[in-house]
């Protein structure tokens, strides 16, 4: 166990800038690895890293049901405004209803796919919940190689896939923040 002090740690990073971005990693990863408990590793086995896709494809996908809200808006103002229909209320009460549905299934669908790399395997974990469920893995000593794909928005707001090549075909790791620590971490443990 290493203890590094906040003013060692500033100090560390006004010297070394770089460092930074690994440091903010490998704690979001024990973050999330402690949210989720025991479930990703077996005897001898521990979680080096473990992510959910980046951020803004959550936001991007919640900009839906976010703006179905914003269509209740006008039939709420309608009803309270003097028009008391029955209908008015049951057609503004189906739209926000439908776009808080939308809104917990995107998040819900965004918070069960995983990327986890332990000290023995990389695993990705695709799941919808009640329709699907993927889950592909390797053990790192059958890693041939990995690369980082990512084109201009994903360098701008720093998410990219990390394509990892095995003996028997290939796994993408779909947009994850920060590629390069993660396939720092990937060739640390190879």
Same mark, same amino acid.
């Given at each position: &166990?290493?203890?590094?002090?906040?003013?060692?740690?500033?100090? !560390?990073?006004?010297? $070394?800038?770089? &460092?930074?971005?690994? %440091?903010?990693?490998? $704690?979001?990863? $024990?973050?999330?690895?402690?949210?989720?408990?025991?479930?990703?590793?077996? /005897?001898?086995?521990? @979680?080096?890293?473990?992510?959910?896709?980046?951020?803004? %494809?959550?936001? !991007?996908?919640?900009?839906?049901?976010?703006?179905?809200?914003?269509?209740?808006?006008?039939? #709420?103002?309608? %009803? *309270?405004?003097?028009? *008391?229909?029955? *209908?008015?209320?049951?057609?503004?009460?189906?739209?926000?209803?439908?776009?808080?549905?939308?809104?917990?299934?995107?998040?819900?669908? #965004?918070?069960?796919? $995983? &990327?986890?790399?332990?000290?023995?395997? &990389?695993?990705?974990?695709?799941?919808?919940?009640?329709?699907?469920?993927?889950?592909?893995?390797?053990?790192?000593?059958?890693?041939?190689? /990995? /690369?980082? @794909?990512? /084109? *201009? #928005?994903?360098?701008? !707001?720093?998410?990219?896939?990390?394509?990892?090549?095995? %003996?028997?075909?290939?796994?993408? !790791?779909?947009?994850?923040?920060?590629?390069?620590?993660?396939?720092?971490?990937?060739?640390?443990?190879?």
């Amino acid at each position: &166990v290493a203890v590094l002090s906040h003013d060692a740690y500033i100090r !560390l990073i006004r010297r $070394y800038p770089m &460092v930074e971005g690994s %440091f903010k990693v490998i $704690y979001r990863s $024990y973050l999330l690895n402690n949210q989720q408990g025991e479930v990703w590793h077996t /005897d001898n086995e521990t @979680v080096r890293y473990i992510a959910r896709k980046h951020e803004v %494809f959550l936001y !991007l996908r919640l900009l839906v049901p976010i703006g179905v809200i914003l269509a209740s808006i006008p039939l #709420w103002t309608g %009803f *309270f405004a003097g028009s *008391f229909s029955l *209908f008015l209320l049951t057609v503004s009460g189906l739209v926000t209803a439908l776009g808080i549905g939308m809104l917990l299934w995107f998040w819900l669908d #965004w918070s069960n796919d $995983y &990327v986890i790399i332990t000290n023995r395997r &990389v695993i990705y974990q695709e799941r919808v919940v009640l329709m699907y469920e993927s889950l592909q893995e390797s053990p790192l000593e059958a890693i041939l190689s /990995d /690369d980082i @794909v990512t /084109d *201009f #928005w994903g360098r701008w !707001l720093g998410f990219g896939n990390v394509i990892v090549r095995t %003996f028997t075909g290939t796994m993408t !790791l779909p947009r994850l923040a920060v590629p390069r620590e993660v396939k720092m971490i990937l060739g640390e443990l190879r």
